[in-house]
């Protein structure tokens, strides 16, 4: 996160309470460390749900987000140390931002792809937000690799990766307004194309998370198997492989309805 959101952050905060109670910890007793602490995390709530704020809109419950930054917001101020010549408020940003990053990469996704992508891609949605606001439009591949002194591909696979979060839906469509049933289901009597959509639908809850997204990358997002490999963090042989062996699967479940 950049400075400018850690500053806008702790001006929720009241500045002046927090400086008071942070001198008198350097002298407190450890009785009074304790209720001094208590009051510190008292007066930082308003810093960590600005944070948990900001995680808003990537898969995650906005109170299990809130939850996660309050927790982290107690564990730092617990940690923080007014001997080391710190100040408060900027170290329990950073430790809030670290842990809520940390709840991501750990908990969310349905198709875990390699950590380096997982970091690019929280980068590049702060990346959207700050471009954003200052164009006044959607920032474009190019101009995010600019923001991030980023290889392109790099950013683009990154920002493929986030259909991991959720395992593809059989419905969900594509930018061309297609689903993963459309690019399956090829059939051109409507009666019969609704009876397989049906059996298709079924056929694809036998399916693993990591074989829906995987169906979604290649027939929906229509990604290469070498840019599927990158989200999925394996080689575009295994990509090919696991490709058959979904596909087959599908087949298999779909027999008996298309006969």
Request: glycine content about 4%; some cysteine; aromatic content about 4%.
């Amino acid at each position: 996160m950049t400075s400018t959101s850690t500053a806008d952050t702790s001006r929720v905060a009241d500045d002046s309470e927090i400086t008071t109670l942070v001198e008198r910890l350097t002298t407190s007793t450890a009785h009074e460390s304790r209720a001094l602490r208590n009051r510190l995390a008292e007066a930082c709530l308003p810093v960590a749900d600005g944070i948990a704020r900001r995680f808003r809109g990537r898969g995650v419950e906005d109170d299990d987000l809130e939850q996660v930054a309050r927790t982290a917001l107690v564990a730092a101020v617990a940690r923080f140390d007014p001997a080391l010549g710190r100040t408060l408020i900027p170290y329990v940003v950073l430790s809030i931002e670290g842990e809520l990053k940390r709840y991501f990469r750990d908990h969310t996704w349905a198709v875990r792809p390699p950590r380096r992508l997982q970091e690019l891609r929280l980068e590049v949605r702060s990346a959207e937000e700050a471009l954003r606001h200052r164009l006044l439009r959607e920032p474009s591949l190019d101009e995010l690799a600019v923001a991030l002194k980023a290889d392109v591909v790099d950013v683009r696979t990154a920002c493929r990766s986030s259909c991991g979060y959720r395992a593809a839906s059989l419905d969900a469509p594509s930018p061309q307004g297609r689903t993963l049933a459309d690019h399956v289901v090829v059939l051109d009597d409507p009666a019969e194309r609704i009876v397989m959509r049906q059996a298709l639908m079924q056929a694809v809850g036998v399916l693993s998370d990591r074989e829906r997204l995987l169906l979604h990358l290649r027939f929906v997002e229509e990604l290469p198997q070498r840019e599927i490999g990158e989200v999925l963090g394996v080689s575009q042989m295994q990509v090919s492989r696991l490709l058959s062996a979904s596909v087959k699967r599908l087949r298999a479940h779909l027999q008996p309805a298309a006969a």
